[in-house]
């Protein structure tokens, strides 16, 4: 079974700069997550889809950030002007059941290390 | 009480050594919780998941506390290949998503 497909792997760019990543969950996996994870730090929420739709973005830092899930399946994150503090890896995973993200096991891809200088 | 939290490190180990790494968390109500495997620069594999009074798998112990809200993992006889990060995630308030700590590293060495 193909794991969770990320894209770019490594993305430098200057504060100010757009830049975008690409997500494609496991196949028949209904909830599809975003996080980012600051060196050091646990993993943290930005947004989490169930199929198309928003279930939390409470975290996400919409002035900069967005996402989307068209169609239910793959995903893309956008930051727009990036800052310093963006400085991450950005994480997708996605679990299969839609009835709360919080007990069923979610699936990492293998992250987007975005370096703002 | 941060929601989620853990045992700051690191822990450095012989091989062999029995090791054990504490979560606390305050969300009361939760009913599952997740120990995750991270290397470094690599993405958080599941290693544990625990859902009653713990779970074991091999040389992994998991245990819960639900009294004094905390998960413990217990690693016995550790090998050079257990060295990583080790996340531990609870459901947050609403049981729609993970809570992750920020990691307790652990590094054996020979």
């Known amino acids: 079974e193909a794991g969770v497909a990320q894209s770019p792997r490594y993305k430098i760019i200057e504060k100010r700069q757009s830049v975008a990543f690409w997500c494609n969950p496991i196949?028949?996996?209904?909830?599809l997550y975003w996080y980012q994870q600051i060196l050091g730090q646990g993993p943290k929420l930005l947004i989490q889809?169930?199929?198309?739709?928003?279930?939390?973005d409470s975290q996400l830092p919409k002035d900069r950030f967005s996402a989307e899930r068209l169609k239910g399946v793959d995903s893309t994150l956008k930051i727009q002007p990036a800052k310093l503090e963006d400085s991450a890896v950005y994480l997708c995973?996605?679990?299969?059941?839609?009835?709360?993200?919080?007990?069923?096991?979610?699936?990492f891809g293998p992250g987007t290390r975005l370096t703002v200088l | 009480r941060k929601e989620v939290e853990q045992d700051p490190g690191p822990f450095n180990v012989p091989e062999g050594a029995t090791v054990a790494f504490n979560c606390t968390y305050s969300?009361?109500?939760?009913?599952?919780f997740f120990w995750y495997r991270q290397d470094c620069r690599k993405e958080p594999k599941l290693l544990m998941s625990?859902?009653?009074s713990g779970n074991e798998d091999g040389r992994f112990t998991a245990q819960l506390n639900r009294a004094s809200q905390y998960i413990s993992l217990l690693i016995r006889d550790s090998k050079l290949s257990d060295s990583a990060t080790y996340l531990c995630?609870?459901?947050?308030?609403?049981?729609?998503?993970?809570?992750f700590g920020k990691g307790t590293t652990l590094s054996v060495s020979s």
């Open positions: 969300n009361s109500a939760s009913q599952s």
């Open positions: 995630a609870v459901p947050n308030q609403a049981g729609t998503a993970l809570i």
């Open positions: 625990v859902y009653s």
């Open positions: 995973a996605s679990s299969y059941s839609i009835s709360g993200g919080g007990t069923d096991t979610q699936y």
């Open positions: 196949s028949g996996h209904a909830t």
């Open positions: 889809f169930q199929n198309n739709g928003v279930v939390d």
